[in-house]
């Protein structure tokens, strides 16, 4: 298979995890799935278990809106040094709580999501122009002054065809905003192939910054800004996480037990070494 950002074929292969194998490009240093899906597969991924099922998604992830929608309304203040409210697109936007965030701050939102429950969740609860579909197969109508792809870059199935259709539905001037996870940081070097970003079939792309720039800057975007989120997690979400991780890993299920030890109500700070933002600039 090509390498999705440098599109040569040099890659070697690093690990099996979830039965596909994890190939790294001797080119460019991008590590991706060995695996090329198709539209009827994410549907099949971002299923309503994807959402509430938890093990590698979410237990329930409505829980989690109040912290998003603040998420929302935080890049909106670190955006607003570089550009006023206009129209924003959230490519990947769930229920639509970060876009939330975003409409607080007065951006008038567009979002995409595959998943028809997060989609009805969002327009009947938080009144939001949400659409079904992914950015792949989408037709989108309009312009937008920014576009964000939070934690969904490494899930793109076709990774240059959306980036091609982003890019080129931004008004002039127009911004990207990126938050994914570093696969050059310390938790992932020390976690190998149990880091909990390598989980194929659904995430099948794995930046570093330098990467992520490179790529974007080939598409003809330049970085403006970049920084590292703060961020907080739903107690019940982190146990799910943790409780999946440690049953991967061979005689750690006993570890399960003091997970019990943790509230399920509690928002607990994310120690967010290995997930970055950037911020682009069409030109
Ligand atoms: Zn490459």
């Known amino acids: 298979m090509n390498c ?7 890659a070697e292969f690093r690990f099996i995890k979830n039965g596909y194998s994890i190939l790294h490009c001797k080119d460019c240093d991008h590590l991706f799935t060995d695996y090329e899906p198709t539209a009827q597969g994410v549907d099949h991924i971002y299923s309503d278990d994807y959402f509430f099922k938890g093990g590698v998604g979410y237990d329930d992830y409505t829980l989690e809106k109040d912290m998003l929608i603040k998420r929302g309304e935080y ?8 550009i006023a409210p206009g129209k924003v697109l959230d490519v990947g936007s769930a229920a639509g709580f970060i876009l939330k965030g975003f409409e607080n701050k007065g ?16 327009r009947q609860n938080l009144g939001l122009n949400l659409q079904q579909g992914t950015i792949e197969t989408i037709e989108l109508k309009e312009k937008f002054d920014l576009i964000i792809i939070i934690q969904v870059v490494a899930h793109l199935y076709d990774l240059n065809c959306s ?3 982003i890019s080129n539905s931004l ?12 696969k050059d940081s310390w938790t992932s070097r020390i976690f190998g192939k149990y880091w909990h970003e390598y989980c194929p079939p659904s995430t099948l792309n794995y930046f570093s910054k330098k990467i992520l720039n490179h790529y974007m800057s080939s598409h003809k975007n330049l970085l403006i800004d970049q920084g590292t989120p703060k961020k907080k997690i739903h107690s ?15 005689g750690m299920n006993w ?3 003091f997970l019990k030890l943790i509230p399920d109500n509690v928002m607990l700070p994310y120690p967010s070494e290995d997930l970055f933002w950037a911020l682009y600039k069409r030109y």
């Open 255 to 257: 570890a399960t037990v």
């Open 4 to 10: 999705p950002v440098c599109s040569k074929n040099n």
């Open 171 to 182: 008004n002039p001037g127009g911004l990207i905003l990126i938050e994914t996870w570093d």
């Open 163 to 165: 980036m091609n259709k």
């Open 236 to 250: 019940k979400h982190a146990k799910s996480l943790i409780s999946h991780k440690l049953m991967e890993v061979k």
């Open 75 to 82: 890049y909106a203040d670190k955006i607003s040094k570089h």
């Open 107 to 122: 951006w008038n939102g567009t979002g995409i999501e595959p998943n028809k429950s997060m989609v009805d969740y969002g």
